[in-house]
């Protein structure tokens, strides 16, 4: 190589290396910019409503490792005077925790699956066919939207018994896949995809299946995804209709498990205090990990301010 080769190379090395030096230097200065006063704000608003949502969390826990004498002592004090973990290990010796985990997954699963499945149909049927009596039945279907699951409990009760299939998975299952809402949030999000990247998958001569399965999916991860995180947390919380459909102690989801902590002397609060933080303890384990998902699929919904 050259002298001059050699210089011309060393000065572009000197002088990426100045850029770099300067870029570091502004972003340290960015760095050490004092806060603003809306900063502070914000920043203390945000740790008070953390505090908020975390002090029941933190009761639970202290409640948890207290013995249960401790547990119902008036007036009531945070921290536990003596640290016990008998709570804990009752709430194993005496309860199916086990069993009652297992439930909860599959019927939660089952649940998501099966509501991800009509609900990303219908809302491609409703947002890109053209039918008789579209709109009326997309009507019909938000109207869900507007009763309360708890009007329903009765009649889906007497349907599901006609069925046979009172102390099932099933009858804990099918009676939760009528997803109006996420019908709804499907509907609202197809409605977005544009059409031309269809239309030009149907004059490659793609059917309306390979185009929904092909294309549309892969554009709706996030609001699917969205609609699982969803339904699987409200089946998981699901406490009413587990507890109208079966009587079956091998059957009980985790809600229903934690509510049958009792004995003669009434409720077990420790106990009760260390089987709801267990029950909690996946649903804050799914939205730690798809949180952004969560927020991704709000947000291309078209929700997010409604």
């Not at 947002?127 to 009765?154: C, D, H, I, N």
């Not at 031309?196 to 294309?215: C, K, Q, Y």
Request: some cysteine; aromatic content about 12%.
């Amino acid at each position: 190589m050259s002298t001059a080769a050699q210089t011309r190379t060393t000065a572009d090395g000197t002088a990426r290396e100045t850029v770099r030096g300067t870029a570091r230097r502004a972003a340290g200065r960015a760095a050490r910019r004092p806060w603003t006063p809306g900063q502070i704000v914000l920043t203390l608003l945000g740790a008070a409503v953390s505090a908020v949502f975390l002090a029941p969390l933190a009761w639970a826990l202290f409640t948890s490792l207290k013995s249960e004498t401790e547990a119902v002592e008036v007036p009531p004090h945070w921290l536990p005077r003596e640290w016990t973990a008998q709570a804990w290990s009752a709430i194993f010796e005496t309860g199916n925790i086990t069993n009652w985990f297992v439930n909860s997954l599959v019927v939660s699963v089952c649940v998501t699956f099966v509501v991800l499945t009509v609900g990303a149909l219908a809302g491609y049927g409703f947002a890109r066919t053209e039918f008789r009596g579209r709109k009326a039945l997309l009507g019909l279907v938000m109207t869900g939207l507007m009763v309360s699951p708890a009007v329903l409990g009765v009649p889906l009760f007497t349907t599901v018994q006609q069925m046979g299939m009172v102390d099932t998975y099933w009858g804990m299952i099918l009676p939760q896949c009528a997803p109006a809402a996420m019908v709804y949030i499907l509907y609202k999000f197809f409605q977005g995809i544009p059409r031309e990247l269809e239309e030009a998958a149907f004059i490659d001569g793609a059917g309306r299946w390979r185009v929904f399965f092909t294309i549309v999916l892969p554009l709706s991860r996030p609001s699917l995804a969205a609609v699982g995180i969803f339904t699987f947390i409200a089946s998981w919380n699901n406490f009413l209709w587990p507890y109208m459909v079966t009587s079956d102690p091998d059957l009980m989801t985790m809600p229903n498990g934690i509510a049958t902590v009792m004995n003669s002397y009434g409720i077990q609060w420790a106990q009760l205090m260390a089987g709801g933080l267990m029950a909690g303890l996946p649903l804050i384990v799914v939205f730690v990990f798809f949180q952004r998902q969560i927020v991704t699929g709000v947000t291309h919904t078209g929700l997010a301010g409604q």
